[in-house]
């Protein structure tokens, strides 16, 4: 790849392995920002899902992209919650609609119970219904 241009393409998180590999073999790259996701204006509902995982009110979170799993961690830790997060978080069902969400899930400590067959909404909430419950 010595001499190579590669423009990547990124989904809202930098891929910085991905893009140090490729440095490594001599190309010349260009990480291209399609979009960014931001924290939300309002708070208030990641609050209180924060909140509500932290009082041991959530079973099953299902995350769609894995920077709301970031921005999940990022309100705990501002409400002072993350460790009263993480004490309960391993008792939770996470769904992960795919690879991507898994692995930033995983970045974060965590780990997801599944990823449906297919990285649809409908499918992630279909498989998450029937997921087998420990009691």
């Avoid at 990641?46 to 894995?66: H, N, P, Y």
């Amino acid at each position: 790849m010595a001499g190579a241009r590669v423009a990547v393409q990124e989904y809202g998180v930098s891929n910085e392995a991905l893009l140090d590999a490729l440095r490594a073999r001599g190309a010349d790259v260009t990480a291209v920002q399609a979009y960014q996701w931001a924290m939300p204006d309002n708070l208030a509902p990641l609050e209180d899902a924060v909140r509500a995982v932290a009082g041991g009110g959530v079973d099953v979170i299902l995350v769609t992209s894995g920077i709301q799993f970031d921005h999940f961690w990022r309100v705990a830790a501002a409400l002072g919650l993350e460790a009263g997060v993480r004490q309960r978080i391993g008792e939770i069902v996470i769904g992960s609609i795919g690879p991507s969400a898994s692995a930033e899930i995983r970045r974060l400590g965590c780990t997801p119970a599944f990823e449906p067959a297919h990285p649809k909404m409908g499918q992630l909430v279909r498989e998450a219904c029937g997921w087998p419950r420990s009691q």
